[in-house]
C-alpha cells in the first residue's frame, strides 16, 4: 500500500519491522490498546518501509488532521491484514488439531 503526504509518496506495509519500531517507540509490547497506540503503529508502518522518511510523527498527525482519507485507508489496510492473519490462524490451529 502506499500513502501520500505533502506531495510525499510513502510505502506502508505490515512488517516485523514496524513492530519493531512501534516498541522502540512505546517502550511496551507491541498492542493498540489506545488511539495513540494505532496512530504510532501507522507511522512506525511509515517508518520501516521508508528508510529516508524525514516525516515527524508531529508531522503525520498534522496531516491525519487535515485528510481524515488518510487515516480511513491505514484503517482499512490493518483491519485487512489482522483478517488474514486470524483466518491463517484458524487454518493452522485446524491442522494442529489433526494430527
Request: glycine share 4%; hydrophobic share 35%.
Amino acid at each position: 500500500m502506499e500513502i501520500t503526504i505533502k506531495e510525499q509518496t510513502y510505502k506502508v506495509k505490515y512488517s516485523i519491522r514496524s513492530l519493531f519500531i512501534f516498541e522502540q517507540l512505546t517502550g511496551k509490547t507491541f498492542t493498540l490498546e489506545s488511539l495513540l497506540d494505532q496512530y504510532i503503529f501507522f507511522y512506525s508502518m511509515i517508518l520501516a518501509n521508508n528508510p529516508e522518511c524525514t516525516l515527524t510523527f508531529d508531522q503525520f498527525i498534522d496531516e491525519c488532521d487535515e485528510d481524515f482519507t488518510l487515516v480511513t485507508s491505514l484503517q482499512k489496510y490493518i483491519t485487512e491484514v489482522f483478517a488474514k492473519q486470524a483466518q491463517l490462524n484458524k487454518a493452522g490451529e485446524g491442522d494442529s488439531k489433526k494430527k
